[in-house]
């Protein structure tokens, strides 16, 4: 299989999956962006797919509730994306650096449907971190630094 049909097959899984999922969450956007609105802040998730191999990561990052202003643009908060933010985390890495990789398949498991599962199992620690906002972002003026 093709590192493109596979992508194809992580896509549909994650549009079943997990994205009902981040709707039941309150989050808007569409894929691969999306945002939450709170009083006073807005909570990020980007999946961000690797060019070479099939897998990706999952970023989320908090920003002002007014947007973001950089040095060379302003973003408003409807248009903020994780990667906007110079600040931010990988859901189910800690501290490190975390792919959820499809590039195994088996004929006992769907390993896209199981990486789409991984990361509502993993929503706990999302949810910890936008709430402790490590870095206040949601106080940012300005977030790149």
Known sequence: M???EKRLL??????????????????KGSFPHFRRYQDD?????????????????????NCPSSGIVT?????????CTAHDMFRRSRLGGGQGDHWFDFSKTSI??????????????????????WQDDPFEQRFAEASKE
């Open 10 to 27: 992580m896509d549909k899984s994650l549009k079943e999956i997990t994205i009902p999922f981040l709707r039941e969450q309150d989050f």
């Open 108 to 129: 006992f498991a769907n390993v896209y449907k199981k990486q789409a599962k991984e990361i509502i199992k993993l929503w706990d620690v999302a949810e910890q971190w």
């Open 2 to 4: 093709t590192h493109k």
């Open 41 to 61: 802040r807005n909570n990020l998730l980007t999946f961000q797919f690797s060019l070479y191999a099939p897998q990706f990561v999952v970023e989320i990052a």
């Open 71 to 79: 040095n060379w643009r302003e973003v408003k908060p409807a248009k």
